[in-house]
């Protein structure tokens, strides 16, 4: 499948597509309260749409958490386009966008369904199973380097 990745900033106006997005698969599929879902952290996070064709299908988020850490998260993808790439070609644009920034690390909280997909892409699970809006995660990290 071809996946373009566009980024975006908060206040763009595709961003409400991404947010569509993230409350489909977060808020309608997984329960998680639409005011945990948007957060002030937006604002300062780099975007990615991810489109196939003209198709909005997938969307991520990557901010600095520190001078080193680059934090990637609310990557959703749509029901009907998973297991197709669009995951894939998300986490690579996120990645890229934190190298961009300086970043030497990635971390993100990892759903517990969802760590074997980043696990392909060198980001190792630590520590405890934590609940975040509802949902059990851990965190993992990998080097940018």
Request: aromatic residues 8%; negative net charge; hydrophobic residues 45%.
């Amino acid at each position: 499948m071809s996946v373009i990745c566009r980024v975006i900033s908060a206040e763009h106006a595709d961003f409400v597509t991404c947010a569509a997005i993230r409350t489909e698969v977060f808020v309608h599929e997984q329960g998680v309260p639409l005011h945990e879902e948007l957060d002030e952290l937006d604002a300062d996070a780099a975007h990615v749409l991810a489109e196939h064709h003209t198709e909005a299908v997938g969307t991520g988020r990557v901010y600095m958490q520190d001078a080193e850490t680059a934090r990637i998260g609310r990557m959703a993808v749509l029901k009907s386009h998973r297991g197709q790439g669009v995951g894939t070609a998300i986490l690579f644009r996120l990645m890229e966008i934190a190298r961009e920034r300086g970043a030497q690390r990635a971390r993100l909280a990892g759903q517990l369904h969802a760590i074997p997909f980043y696990e392909r892409f060198a980001f190792i699970a630590y520590g405890d199973v934590f609940v975040e809006a509802g949902v059990e995660h851990r965190w993992m990290d990998r080097a940018l380097v």
